[in-house]
C-alpha cells in the first residue's frame, strides 16, 4: 500500500508561482513513476508532469518551459513547481503513483485569478 499526501496549492494571480508538495509512504521502493495530473471542471484528468520508470521527467505540452518537476529521493517527495501561472492552469492537482492504475492522492485546489 502506498500514501501519497499533497501540500501547497492555493490562490494565486496569473503570472505567479505556486510549489505542490506529495509526500510518498508505505511500500515505497523507488520514487520514479511518480507524477501530477490535474482535473479542471468539465474536464477530464490530464497527466501534468512525471518521472517516468527510469527517471526521466515527462510534461505536457501546456507545461513545458514552466513548470518543474523534481524530487527529494531521501524524503520520498516530488515537487512541481509552477511558474507563470495562467487561468486555465486552474484545476485539482492530484499526486500519483504508478500511473493511471497506480495510487492518487486526495487532490490540492490550485486556482489562478486573471
Known amino acids: 500500500q502506498v500514501w501519497l499526501v499533497e501540500s501547497g496549492g492555493g490562490l494565486v494571480q496569473a503570472g505567479g508561482s505556486l510549489r505542490l508538495s506529495c509526500a510518498a509512504s508505505?511500500?515505497?521502493?523507488?520514487?520514479?513513476?511518480m507524477g501530477w495530473y490535474r482535473q479542471a471542471p468539465g474536464k477530464q484528468r490530464e497527466l501534468v508532469a512525471a518521472f517516468t520508470f527510469d527517471g526521466a521527467t515527462n510534461y505536457a505540452s501546456s507545461v513545458k518551459g514552466r513548470f518543474t518537476l523534481s524530487r527529494d529521493n531521501a524524503k520520498n517527495t516530488v515537487y512541481l513547481q509552477m511558474n507563470s501561472l495562467k487561468p486555465e492552469d486552474t484545476a485539482v492537482y492530484y499526486c500519483n503513483k504508478d500511473g493511471w492504475g497506480g495510487y492518487w492522492g486526495q487532490g490540492t485546489q490550485v486556482t489562478v485569478s486573471s
Open positions: 508505505g511500500s515505497i521502493f523507488s520514487i520514479n513513476g
